[in-house]
């Protein structure tokens, strides 16, 4: 799964990209940081702390813009580190990729070479877990309440409605229902196989769904996580107002 859509500009564009995957994965994060080893003080471009686990998990993050794969003296080099360090893990991303020497001298080591897109997949589900579904159950919630079939605050005040404006609500809860459905599921089950097999449209277009047909192009066809669920919530915003709007108010 892609978290991010397109590739960084620049090596500190890397750096904050991955140092922001890991702070919204529930990381203490410090990017660069100056760190001691056994041999002496080396900054690193990506520290991470890891206090979910018992006891706290220690990540060092390599990030390597590099025009060409990455040699087999700077895996060692940054293995070193690692190990001189006592950290639990290290992670060399790359622009590009990784010399056979490098991968060889990576191999039986708690050092993992990956690629930009790799390392996003790696992230993914805890970063739906810890950031983005916590985010989209707040953000989405208003259209839930409006749309799910029985929520008696809702109804109560429909009930208040005039006949044209209760016609209304009708036409929009049928209009919106089932995309709000789908919403709801996407937040409350990350691992759900829908979100690992963006962009959406060719699931609505297989599995049959016509009343999915009608939202907009970037809810359908974005392949990254984190645009995917801003046109999710820009969507949902147009949709709440217009509930709004029948109300008067946030009903």
Known sequence: MLIESGEPKN?????????????????EVESPKTIETVRGSVEVDVF??????????????ECKYWDCNVSRAAVHAFRT???????????????????????????HSNVS??????????????????????????ELHPLIEYTEPVNSRILRKADQL?????????????????CALLFMLMTWNPGRPMLHRLPLRGQVERDGLPELEG???????????RPFFTA?????????????EVFGERA
């Open 11 to 27: 090596w500190r564009e890397l750096e904050e990209r991955v140092a922001q995957i890991l702070n919204e994965c529930g990381m």
């Open 113 to 138: 070479l990956l690629s930009w897109p790799e390392f996003q997949d790696l992230f993914a589900v805890r970063w739906l877990v810890n950031h983005m579904i916590p985010l989209a159950r707040r």
């Open 48 to 61: 991470a702390r890891d206090v979910d686990t018992t006891p706290d998990s220690v990540y060092l993050c």
């Open 215 to 225: 939202l907009p192009s970037d809810v359908l066809d974005e392949v990254a996580l």
């Open 232 to 244: 999710v919530f820009s969507h949902a915003k147009g949709v709440v107002a217009e509930f709004d």
């Open 162 to 178: 005039s006949p044209e404006a209760h016609e209304r609500l009708k036409e929009l809860r049928k209009e919106h229902s089932a």
């Open 81 to 107: 580190v690692v190990s001189d360090s006592g950290a639990n893990t290290g992670l060399a991303v790359a622009k590009l990729g990784f010399q056979p020497g490098a991968i060889e001298a990576a191999s």
